[in-house]
């Protein structure tokens, strides 16, 4: 799933007081890239990132072609539901996600107890996602986020998604030689890198938030985004329903939106 589709996602500009003017320049193929990371390094170090981290994170950083291509090839979101639901296994990942619903009861409750936010739309999105952690990408992604900080489509929104990830690496909840999807979406729910540092939940307390391996810490912060999205404790997540808006939060499709509330209603049994 395109992140960048997602209305809700993290605003231009989050980490915008940290760049100087004279920001690395932009380009739309390969050719300036080696110039511009060096560049950013500069830039990034003398914005108070560490000059360390800096270095550890760029270390295998290259212009990623998959981002680029993924980037300019966004068709699902053109589907009808049907043939959405089809092409995304609607109906296994409702399935599949009941049984998920009851082998992880303890989590969901906790959960619910902690965000007031049913299993249902949590597994909803976990499945369709990354087939409930099966699945979560293979780009590098501090590449893959390097390189649409570069490209001129989108530079200023991910190059706050960049800093964002120098920050996670920073404080040791980004492994330098993560992999994930094609737009540096990261772990079982696949939060850009920002909204893993404005939502991002520590739901197993063992003090770091891992979106990749703990999927306590994953389905907690996308209980968080919701609630950071204005879902509200015991309303309804149907279209129409004061909690349908949150689900507007993660992603901006129409047709995404509306797989993820029909998919969790059966979940959870309505």
Not at 73 to 88: I, N, T, V, Y
């Amino acid at each position: 799933m395109l992140k960048i589709l997602r209305a809700g996602l993290v605003a231009t500009g989050i980490f915008a007081g940290a760049v100087p003017a004279m920001a690395a320049q932009c380009g739309n193929d390969g050719s300036g890239f080696a110039q511009w990371v060096q560049d950013f390094k500069r830039q990034a170090s003398a914005n108070g990132i560490s000059p360390s981290v800096v270095e550890k994170a760029f270390a295998n950083v290259s212009y990623n072609r998959e981002t680029i291509k993924a980037d300019r090839g966004q068709r699902s979101f053109k589907l009808s539901f049907d043939q959405f639901m089809q092409k995304r296994g609607g109906q296994a990942i409702i399935s599949r996600g009941k049984s998920m619903k009851k082998n992880n009861a303890a989590l969901f409750a906790a959960i619910e107890r902690r965000y007031g936010v049913p299993a249902g739309p949590l597994l909803a999105i976990w499945g369709m996602e990354t087939g409930f952690g099966s699945f979560m990408g293979n780009q590098h992604t501090l590449s893959a986020v390097a390189t649409l900080a570069y490209d001129c489509r989108r530079s200023a929104y991910f190059t706050d998604q960049l800093y964002a990830a120098l920050r996670l690496v920073g404080r040791g909840d980004l492994s330098p030689s993560a992999k994930g999807a094609a737009h540096g979406e990261i772990g079982q729910t696949q939060f850009l890198p920002a909204n893993v540092i404005r939502y991002g939940a520590d739901g197993d307390g063992d003090g770091h938030v891992d979106m990749v391996r703990s999927r306590a810490d994953a389905l907690a912060s996308t209980a968080n985004f919701l609630v950071g999205h204005g879902w509200r404790r015991g309303a309804g997540y149907q279209p129409g329903e004061a909690n349908y808006n949150a689900i507007q939060g993660w992603n901006a499709a129409s047709v995404y939106q509306q797989a993820i509330a029909y998919i969790g209603a059966r979940i959870d049994g309505e």
